[in-house]
């Protein structure tokens, strides 16, 4: 149950991050030589990775790629930056298949499928969009970022003293559990907002996009879905009902076809 819970939650967690990198929420503390980040647009990425309790072995082979996924949007040139960071992904990858007592490779390969899809499947697209995207990105991004508040939320989980606490007793799913709801409220919010903004600047970007974002909970939901009933309910449950979408097949499936009502259909 335990690492069960665990494995989801770093799914989720890493989707978050990546997702929030990919979106420029997260600067990269030495963006600009003489250029001072404010605090608030600094993400402690190893705090949250320390409160799930990810492992030495797993984080020598991410966080290159953690790193590179950061300044993707912020570069003039998106297309190289995204070729940079599909080459360190699959360079994580490699790592982890090489760590034989290090079992997170397959988790890794799951919550960042939205990278690797990228890169394997709809890189010709975007690089095909380039031309359009590359002067409204950051513009979108940041509109949607006030609007909906990704970032802000992203460093109060951060420095939570909860989840600094879980961070320093070498993880706890469950401390993190209780504390994802602002976050999914965020994502909420974000996706749909990301989705029609860079629509109506870039004919069918936004599909693409959120298209892309939604495959890691793909993978987390097929995951539940394999999981014993008495287990499936039991994580139904415990999670927050502002996540709950992230864990439902069909839901899913309504909101990457735009329907997003889907979000928010707990009335329990
Ligand atoms: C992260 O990226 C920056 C520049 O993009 C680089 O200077 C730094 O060394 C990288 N850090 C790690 C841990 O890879
Ligand atoms: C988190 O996001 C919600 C909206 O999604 C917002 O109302 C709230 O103020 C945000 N919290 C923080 C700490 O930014």
Redesign the pocket.
């Known amino acids: 149950m335990f690492i069960q819970m665990r494995k989801l939650l770093l799914f989720s967690i890493s989707v978050l991050i990546i997702f929030s990198a990919v979106n420029g929420t997260i600067k990269p503390v030495h963006d600009d030589v003489d250029v001072v980040p404010h605090g608030e647009e600094m993400l402690d990425v190893d705090t949250i990775f320390r409160a799930l309790g990810v492992p030495y072995c797993m984080r020598k082979c991410i966080d290159p790629f953690i790193n590179s996924t950061t300044s993707l949007w912020n570069m003039r040139n998106v297309v190289n930056q995204a070729r940079k960071v599909c080459t360190l992904h699959a360079q994580a990858i490699t790592c982890l298949k090489k760590e034989q007592f290090c079992d997170h490779h397959k988790i890794f390969s799951k919550a960042s499928s939205s990278i690797e899809y990228m890169c394997a499947t709809k890189h010709v697209l975007f690089e095909r969009m380039e031309t359009c995207l590359n002067p409204i990105v950051d513009d979108v991004m940041s509109t949607c970022d006030k609007e909906?508040?990704a970032r802000?939320?992203l460093t109060?989980f951060a420095q939570d003293s909860n989840i600094k606490f879980a961070a320093t007793v070498g993880g706890n799913a469950f401390i993190v559990a209780d504390h994802l709801g602002?976050l999914c409220?965020?994502l909420q919010?974000t996706l749909p907002c990301v989705t029609k903004r860079l629509n109506n600047k870039c004919a069918l970007s936004g599909w693409l996009s959120l298209d892309m974002l939604m495959q890691p909970f793909d993978a987390v939901s097929v995951m539940v879905e394999q999981l014993s009933p008495p287990l499936r309910d039991l994580i139904t449950k415990k999670i927050d009902k502002r996540c709950r979408f992230a864990i439902n097949p069909s839901r899913l499936n309504r909101i990457r076809n735009g329907d997003f009502n889907a979000f928010n259909m707990d009335h329990s």
């Open positions: 909906c508040y802000s939320n109060a602002d409220t965020s919010c």
